[in-house]
Structure formats: structure tokens, C-alpha cells
């Protein structure tokens, strides 16, 4: 499928916001330091926000992350995405189904599908999916409201069953990063490993030049 | 200003959901019974809820309201609106600002905006408001994240500040909405006195009978 000019992406180094990791730094400013490492995607993702505190954060983190021609997503809300004219959205098995998702927010949009299994792939609608979040490929502390982890052989099995780009997400760091490439993921997503580094420029450069993508 | 068609509504008895107070009973029965009791006008609020999962009961609300034609507002989620074609949005003060609700929204849905204050009333951006929800009227433990109780006094302060229809809410029963009304609301809003009435049609009848209107 050939994808809309407004949907290229480069999944490569894909970063998850979390404003209690960002601590007094803060989100929009640990985004921005983390741009400079040479992170190439953002999802903002913060469940506990009140819309009007949501779009705020997403209309001040799209003057971060436009003008580095770096996408934005939201995480679940395409409310906020179309206020702010953010660049997508990213939504598991309990946000807004991707079918709908992608009628509210035209061919333009990047739409995300977070994929916890393989029987969740085979059953999911992916005709208006631009890529897969396949999560958690390693256990996790951040996110606590997840299934087993699928491992690196999850992730390879994922892979042999779709052609869409894969995110691999769930305790990344620089270690393992490489092994989830060499499993299959055209891209790795963090949380913690840049939002509650000391340097997030430096964190996402090491973990950049790890994947060895 | 003349209303779109879509935009017409009575808002003698306003019911807002809760699917706590509802029990098992569940909210779309809940309501069902209480449509039958003269409920004018449906919000569909669950800040708890998941995006799926709000969307799925949203579109089981329209299935008892549109054949009614009584109007659904969905409390702050314009997504949620715009995803199963309910008819408008409830926003406060945390929720997405009524201008960027309404273009999102379209001129045709409704769109209410909770005022706590003759202050915010003031300030508001009432352009793009339909109705104001005055909240709350009486203090009530439904909702505890609410300021000060307005008071008749602060209901009638606001009834003189705008022609906008207002719609009272909070500790409100069939034994004080007369005095709301008197006061200068155009309707009342109910929660529990509805939602967790053994028979929500006949708590719906004698509310609407004790209003006056």
C-alpha cells in the first residue's frame, strides 16, 4: 500500500511520553533534548490528563516536533489529535477500534495498533493501520496493565505474519535493543530508557546507535 | 441566534449518566426507564471508562434516544461524539475548550458548557455554547471535585448574566428543582435521583411534574 505523503514515517527510534517520568524537566522539554539524540517519532501518552491540560502539552509539543519534521501521535484520543492537527494517533484493544479511528481522521493520519499477541494480530482489522506497537516484548515496570511478554520469539512470529512496520516496545535499553531488531522490529519504542534519563539527547543517541538501524 | 435544526432541545430533565449509581440494573436500561418517565435530554458521562468501551455505550444510548428523538451529549469527548454520531458535547472548564468543541463538532451538534462561577460565566467563550450547566446548584455527593455550591442566589446571578438556556444541577430532587426553576434555570439535571432510583420512570415523572415546566 502506497502510504499518503503525510503518513511517512521512520520508525526507527520511537519515544513514549510519561509526564511523571519526565519529572520537574518536564515532558515537552525532555522531548525536545531528546530530538536533538535523534529520536524519529512521538507519541504522547498520558492517560491521567484532562483533555484541556492534553491538548496543551500536544499543541506545545508539536512546536517541538514539526519543525524537525518528526511525526506527533497521540495516544487513544483523536480528539486531541485533530484540535491540535497532530500528525496521528495510537490506539490499543481498548481505545477507539483502528476502522474508526481512521474515518475520523482522513487518509492523512499515522495510525498506530498496539498488538499484544499473535491470535490479537490475526484478529485485528489492519487495513487502516499504519504500523504495529507489539507490546511488551520484555516485562516492564512502566506499564503494568499488560500480558506476558512476548519475547523475542513473539516478536519474530509477529513478524513472519504481517508486513507492517513493527514498533517493539516493553524494557528496551541499549543492551537488547539490537536482539528486537534482529527479531524483526523496524523500530524500537521507549519510555523510561530516555523520559527518566539524566541526558535524554544522550540516551536517545546510544539507544539510536544500538538498534544498529 | 437562530439554532440548526440539529440543535434543538428541551432541557426541562436532563439526565446524566452513571453506571456506579446504575448497578447492575446498567445505564442504557437505566435509561430506557427513565426516557418512559419524560427525560428531555440524555448525557452520557464516564470519565472512567475506556474509549471502546464508551464508544460501545454510547451506541447503545443512541439505539433508545433517536427513536425517542431525544437528544445525547457526550460529556468532554468530542472523539467519542463524532465516532457513533451522538448529537453534541458537555465540556467544563478542564475539558476541551467550546471553540475548538464546536469546530470539531460542526454546527449542528450540541454543545453545553458546566459554569461554576458568575466569574466564569464572564470569562467563557459563549459563542459557540448551546446551553450552560450550572454546577453545582446545591452541594451534592455524586461529584466532589466541584467548587462552592452556587446557591439560589448565585443560580439567579447567572440567569441575569446570560439568555443562554440553563440547565441546574446538583443535589437536586423532586422536593427543590421547583425553587431552580423559580430561581431562573430552564431545566434541571439530575444523577442519582435518577440513576439509582428503584423505578428511574417514575423518579423521571414526578422530577419532571415537580419542576413546573
Redesign the interface.
Known amino acids: 500500500m502506497a502510504l499518503h505523503e503525510g503518513r511517512r514515517f521512520d520508525p526507527t527510534l520511537y519515544l513514549v511520553t510519561d509526564p511523571v517520568l519526565a519529572g520537574p524537566r518536564g515532558v515537552v522539554e525532555t522531548v525536545r533534548q531528546a530530538l536533538d539524540g535523534g529520536v524519529t517519532l512521538v507519541q504522547l501518552r498520558d492517560p491521567e490528563a ?4 492534553l ?1 496543551e502539552t500536544a499543541a506545545a509539543l508539536l512546536e517541538v516536533t514539526r519543525p524537525r519534521g518528526i511525526p506527533l501521535v497521540i495516544n ?4 486531541v489529535m ?2 491540535v492537527g497532530a500528525d496521528g494517533v495510537h ?1 490499543g ?5 483502528p476502522g ?1 479511528v481512521r474515518r ?1 481522521t482522513g487518509p492523512d493520519a499515522i495510525v498506530g495498533l498496539s498488538i499484544t499477541t499473535l491470535e490479537e494480530l490475526a484478529a485485528a482489522d489492519l487495513g487502516p493501520v499504519d504500523y504495529i506497537g507489539a507490546s511488551p516484548v520484555h516485562a516492564t515496570p512502566t506499564k503494568t496493565d499488560t500480558g506476558p511478554a512476548l519475547g523475542l520469539d513473539g516478536l519474530a512470529r509477529l513478524r513472519a505474519a504481517t508486513d507492517l512496520p513493527i514498533v517493539a516496545i516493553g524494557g528496551l535499553h541499549a543492551g537488547n535493543v539490537r536482539a528486537a531488531v534482529e527479531a524483526g522490529a523496524d523500530g524500537i519504542a521507549v519510555v523510561s530508557a530516555i523520559m527518566a534519563a539524566a541526558d535524554p539527547a544522550a540516551a536517545a543517541l546510544v539507544l539510536r546507535g544500538a538498534t544498529g538501524l
Not at 484532562?50 to 491540560?53: C, D, E, F, I, P
Not at 484493544?93 to 477500534?97: C, F
Open positions: 484532562k483533555t484541556r491540560a491538548c487513544d484520543r483523536v480528539d485533530l484540535a490506539v484493544a481498548r481505545d477507539m477500534a474508526l475520523l
